[in-house]
């Protein structure tokens, strides 16, 4: 009896390994710089994110995967307005307030998004532009009023958020931007233009094979003023009643002086 059963349980366990489903691949990547200092002179620049695809199945290339890198910044309320002409000026007129923006946004992938995964994928993991979870907006009438707009009004609103943000170019979207080197090793490159807000940053690679993530990694970049510059924003943000005498006294300082050396010529 006892060899039966120890028989018979030893089938199940090799027929359940046997059924057990394959490890998924994995990927390995990094930043090339992990911290973006801020100074008078900068003018933008570019991040470099590399890394490799660990496929499961010996043998088997890692190029019949997608690869995505999403890099987006810290998230904050934003209102869109739009302008109406009422007796003949043009004003501010309904408002629609975002209460979750990425202040940045890039994406770069090996294929355009919609042939590497279906749009429910993409909605989940918030992969592309179009597919970012902005909150529930909260629309107000040019007296202050909530109202409730139509649903085309909402994506007019959306689409003129997104076409601001692009012109910016603190929304960027690049099918194409992750090349393959060999077999398992891929590069993007992802711009970070002069006007990036400072902050907490994550760059996330997703590694996608038949529409499915099957891996994902994500790295902290921080991005921060340096030097007389950090002084400056801080004192802004912390101080700002004695920041706005600071900058009045300087610029009544700055008059004097100009008027002094004109009358001296």
């Known amino acids: 009896m006892r060899m039966g059963a120890l028989h018979k349980w030893a089938i199940a366990a090799f027929l359940a390994l046997g059924t057990a489903p394959a490890l998924a691949d994995q990927l390995v990547t990094d930043l090339s710089e992990h911290k973006i200092a801020i100074r008078s002179n900068f003018t933008g620049t570019q991040i470099l994110l590399f890394g490799a695809v660990e496929?499961?199945?010996?043998?088997?290339?890692?190029?019949?995967?997608?690869?995505?890198v999403v890099v987006t910044g810290p998230s904050r309320a934003m209102t869109v307005r739009r302008k109406a002409r009422i007796a003949g000026i043009w004003v501010n007129h309904d408002s629609l307030v975002f209460p979750r923006v990425p202040s940045y946004y890039a994406v770069a992938s090996t294929r355009p998004l919609e042939v590497t995964a279906g749009i429910d994928i993409l909605k989940r993991?918030?992969?592309g532009i179009d597919n970012v979870?902005?909150?529930t907006p909260k629309a107000q009438a040019m007296d202050g009023r909530e109202e409730i707009l139509p649903p085309d009004d909402?994506?007019?609103?959306?689409?003129?958020?997104?076409?601001?943000?692009?012109?910016?170019?603190?929304?960027?979207?690049?099918?194409?931007?992750?090349?393959?080197?060999?077999q398992t090793l891929f590069r993007a490159t992802v711009d970070i233009p002069a006007n990036v807000p400072v902050g907490l940053y994550t760059a996330t690679v997703f590694l996608l094979r038949d529409?499915?993530?099957?891996?994902?990694?994500?790295?902290?970049?921080?991005?921060?003023?340096s030097g007389l510059e950090r002084f400056i924003y801080r004192l802004a943000h912390a101080q700002?009643?004695?920041?706005?005498?600071?900058?009045?006294?300087g610029a009544a300082l700055a008059g004097w002086l100009a008027s002094a050396l004109l009358r001296e010529r």
């Open 55 to 68: 496929a499961n199945t010996p043998g088997e290339r890692a190029l019949d995967r997608d690869v995505i």
């Open 133 to 135: 979870d902005l909150g």
């Open 154 to 182: 909402e994506a007019s609103f959306i689409k003129a958020l997104i076409r601001n943000k692009k012109r910016e170019k603190l929304f960027i979207s690049d099918p194409g931007g992750v090349t393959f080197l060999g």
């Open 240 to 249: 700002p009643l004695f920041y706005g005498l600071v900058a009045v006294l």
């Open 125 to 127: 993991e918030q992969i």
């Open 211 to 225: 529409g499915q993530v099957v891996d994902a990694i994500a790295s902290p970049l921080y991005i921060d003023k």
